[in-house]
């Protein structure tokens, strides 16, 4: 039988009906303003409640019918902008080999979502579990590990931030230590000019710990855009995604989360930004020669 309008027959125009209703669908819960939903069952007032089994905005007053009534008596009543998260998170998702067909189904052995015809032709010999309950499991291991590398990232922000210190007063101390062996060798004699330029070297110590700054500076930037990142997409991932798409995602993401929370960081400067030049009086020139402008470090 071929259909008047797809040349591809019944099961082509099935699919963009199908998918019609979906769009129809998005659009009609991305337009709806939570401060003026009509209750569906009086369709008089403005809807404060939520039945999460019928997915119906209630009213107060009709709210209170529907938990005394027998046929609704064990329905879940909720607050409406809590429903209307429910019914987003909850949408259904559909088979891309068979698209009027929900997934339902996640197997296990492939770590991919499945509807019935694909349990039945596909996977009929592996595990497999309802999509639900390996989303609501999901949700359960990313939750805590998210909090807890999101808490790491606060302890890393600032300790970046600690690293930025260190380095500006790393570079104030060596040019304050560079101008008062400057100010200390233009009132020696030529005799003093090899030793001169021997604590001048302080360069050298400024170069390397500056370098061990930054590299450890770097990586903590690099671990704290990756945390945030990976945070950001949890978060939305929790948040927005479907059931299939949080449980296809668990391999990838918790991987992720465990290795930047396991990760060891050290969140102190590696080496000291302190540099100090012992300053000697001009009567004592004479003495401290040998001893001269000892470099301090921490």
Same mark, same amino acid.
């Given at each position: 039988m071929?259909?008047?309008i797809?040349?591809?027959?019944?099961?082509?125009?099935?699919?963009?009906?199908?998918t019609?209703?979906?769009w129809?669908?998005?659009v009609k819960a991305?337009?709806r !303003?939570?401060?003026?939903?009509?209750?569906e069952?009086c369709e008089?007032t403005?809807?404060?409640?939520y &039945?999460?089994?019928?997915?119906?905005?209630l009213?107060?007053?009709?709210?209170?019918i529907?938990k005394r009534s027998?046929v609704?008596a064990s329905?879940?009543v909720?607050e409406l902008?809590?429903?209307?998260?429910?019914?987003?998170?909850?949408?259904?998702?559909?088979?891309?080999?068979?698209?009027?067909?929900?997934? *339902?189904g996640?197997?296990k052995?492939c770590?991919?979502?499945t &509807?019935s015809e694909?349990?039945?032709l *596909?996977?009929?010999?592996h595990a497999t579990r309802?999509?639900g309950e390996?989303?609501h499991?999901?949700r359960a291991?990313?939750?805590?590990?998210?909090a807890k590398?999101?808490?790491k990232?606060?302890?890393?922000?600032?300790?970046v931030?600690?690293?930025?210190?260190s380095l500006t007063?790393?570079r104030s101390?060596?040019?304050?230590?560079?101008?008062?062996i400057?100010?200390q060798?233009?009132?020696?004699?030529r005799l003093l000019?090899?030793r001169q330029?021997?604590?001048?070297q302080?360069?050298?110590?400024? !170069?390397?710990?500056? *370098?061990?700054?930054r590299l450890?500076k770097?990586?903590?930037?690099d671990a704290?855009?990756?945390m945030?990142?990976?945070?950001?997409f949890?978060t939305?991932?929790?948040?927005?995604?479907?059931d299939?798409?949080?449980?296809?995602?668990l391999?990838g993401?918790?991987a992720?989360l465990e290795?930047l929370?396991?990760?060891?960081?050290?969140l102190?400067?590696e080496v000291s930004p302190?540099?100090?030049i012992?300053?000697? !009086?001009?009567s004592?020139?004479s003495k401290a020669?040998?001893?001269f402008?000892?470099?301090?470090?921490?």
């Amino acid at each position: 039988m071929k259909c008047p309008i797809s040349a591809d027959g019944i099961a082509a125009l099935n699919v963009e009906l199908f998918t019609f209703d979906m769009w129809e669908r998005e659009v009609k819960a991305a337009s709806r !303003d939570p401060n003026n939903i009509q209750c569906e069952t009086c369709e008089e007032t403005v809807a404060s409640l939520y &039945c999460t089994q019928c997915t119906q905005p209630l009213c107060e007053a009709c709210g209170r019918i529907h938990k005394r009534s027998k046929v609704s008596a064990s329905h879940v009543v909720v607050e409406l902008a809590q429903g209307l998260v429910q019914e987003q998170t909850c949408r259904p998702s559909f088979c891309p080999d068979h698209p009027s067909l929900e997934l *339902k189904g996640y197997c296990k052995t492939c770590q991919v979502s499945t &509807c019935s015809e694909c349990s039945l032709l *596909k996977h009929s010999l592996h595990a497999t579990r309802p999509i639900g309950e390996v989303a609501h499991e999901t949700r359960a291991r990313l939750q805590p590990l998210s909090a807890k590398v999101s808490e790491k990232s606060n302890l890393v922000s600032e300790a970046v931030e600690g690293m930025a210190a260190s380095l500006t007063e790393l570079r104030s101390n060596t040019d304050e230590a560079e101008a008062c062996i400057t100010a200390q060798f233009d009132t020696l004699t030529r005799l003093l000019s090899r030793r001169q330029a021997e604590l001048l070297q302080i360069s050298d110590t400024h !170069d390397i710990r500056e *370098k061990a700054l930054r590299l450890q500076k770097e990586f903590l930037e690099d671990a704290l855009l990756a945390m945030v990142h990976t945070c950001q997409f949890t978060t939305t991932l929790l948040g927005e995604a479907t059931d299939a798409e949080v449980a296809t995602s668990l391999a990838g993401i918790l991987a992720r989360l465990e290795t930047l929370h396991d990760q060891e960081m050290l969140l102190v400067p590696e080496v000291s930004p302190v540099i100090r030049i012992t300053e000697l !009086d001009d009567s004592q020139i004479s003495k401290a020669l040998n001893s001269f402008g000892k470099v301090a470090t921490e």
